[in-house]
């Protein structure tokens, strides 16, 4: 079993700044890709920012710049650092974690309960 705890969303007025995190925990021997997705009501769960075991990151264009993903992989960990925060940032942001839970298991995917972060103008 892997759970996924995420932490960090809240209320912020327009220009501000928010710090999500997500710890992982439970059976897990290698982790993948950590990424954030968010879903704002009535569209679907889009891809904000990635990042994979080497480091390598990918961003949505709309928050290139903006927001910034980081891992620690000590402690299963990855942050989305949060900056000039705009209304249409406005969603659910859901942690996603590919996790192989034994050295004989394939990669499998992982969510996050979601954080409501909400950006007032």
């Known amino acids: 079993q892997v759970q996924l705890v995420e932490s960090g969303g809240g209320l912020v007025q327009a220009g501000g700044s928010l710090r999500l995190s997500c710890v992982a925990s439970?059976?897990?021997?290698?982790?993948?890709?950590m990424g954030w997705y968010r879903q704002a009501p009535g569209k679907q769960r889009d891809l904000v920012a990635q990042?994979?075991?080497?480091?390598?990151?990918n961003y949505a264009d709309s928050v290139k710049g903006r927001f910034t993903i980081s891992r620690d992989n000590a402690k299963n960990t990855v942050y989305l650092e949060m900056n000039s925060l705009k209304p249409e940032d406005t969603a659910v942001y859901y942690c996603n974690v590919v996790i192989r839970e034994t050295r004989w298991a394939r990669f499998g995917a992982y969510w996050g309960q979601g954080t409501q972060v909400t950006v007032s103008s």
């Open positions: 990042i994979i075991s080497g480091g390598s990151t």
């Open positions: 439970g059976s897990i021997f290698s982790i993948n890709t």
